[in-house]
């Protein structure tokens, strides 16, 4: 909702726009975000998007339904290609100190709120247009950590127990031992090389000992609280923030009798988590490795393609449960394919599953683009039909590879995918987050380099259009 400052100020036809999106005064349209006419109204305004549109009724309208593209209220790249990542930035190593030490809330707290503020400031000063306050309040306690995205969930969740695992136990090899990728470079997988992360890690596992609820609420509050204020005054397009997908928790428990059980919990539970941040007026991104990965762990080794997508119909039956109530418009969907570096010689091809995760209850979607296995798949695009109003955050930077993308290379990942879906329907981004997976100074000039090819693709891709004024 606007705030009653605004309302009092702009007469809004909802029967034209969203109150979301343009509001008309007795000057013209101003085509903004809620969070842009709020600020409008305290004197902050404006971002690079936001045009007050002259001329008749008619025309504005016209010139509003170009500019807006349709009835969304997530940004989209209406005059130039906006940018925007997966989430997870480098966290502050004095933060990553304070959750490996387990500090107390209030230390925690203060550094956080601090910490997020710098985020946001790094995220506006590298270019980026949709920014996340990095995922801060996700614990992280080592440099290197591809779980944390996930992991998170045990503390905002009722009914987990932290067990030890048998010393003879290994971890990856019950999730990920039915991989064919895995076994065809055995060798590879086990050499040093192959294993990123710290050899002191604590070898426990979160086990379902009772009834699944959310009991996050204040962490959540706290997140969306110091990002929040953390955006105040700055330039932004737009603002999101990640939440875990259901089935983030691979191991069976003992209270519910199926495993669809304490996923359905689980996706009931994190309901309360995605309705808080959207509440907030912030648009949740579901981060769901899941779909892509359980073909590799479960069904790479037989290729079995149809028992595969049966089980990923239901997981995405799953998904938009979790979405039920939730606003479509205001919902990111992002895949990936993990981030281990390896060959991902047997990763699932996006073309086996890409109807499905259309079918997701969401606004946009968030897939690898930049890596050498998926790079390839912009084509896939030409073949579906991607539904009106809706976007792609194709990757065109990766952490796969410390090797830094020059901003042509960027360019033309992105111009290939306007190609595909329309320059309106593409949003540059990331292949997965950057923090956890790769070093701090790489992945902000990643960024720097992501957010200089979408300026030079924008310049190709709008060079003959008249902008209405
Ligand atoms: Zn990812």
Redesign the pocket.
Known sequence: MLSPAVQSRIALDPARYPETHGAIDRTGIIVATTWELDRAATGRCCSRNTRQLVGSPEVRYKAAQLVLGGHNDMKRSTNRILTSH?GSLPRPADLINMYREQVPAEKLDSRLTSAVAEVVRQQVEAGIDVVNDGEFGKPMSDEVDYGA?ATYIHQRLSGFEMRDLPADFNILNSIMGGSKDRSDFADYYKSPEAYAGPSTRPVRFPMNVGPIRYTGHELVGRDIKNFKAALAGKNVEDAFMTAAVTGVNFFPGEYYKQPEEQATAVAEAMREEYKAITDAGINVQL?D?IIVNVYEWRFSMGGDMAAFRKWAESHVELVNHALAGIPEEKVRY???WG?WKGPHSTDLPLRNVIDLMLKVKANQYSV?AANPQHEHEWKDWRDVKLPAGKAVIPGVVSHKTNVLEHPQVVADRIMRYAEAVGRENVVAGT???LGGRIHPQIAWAKLRALSAGAEKASRQLWARTAFPT
């Open positions: 997966v995205w981060d490795p992002h895949i990936c981030s690898e292949d997965c987050g």
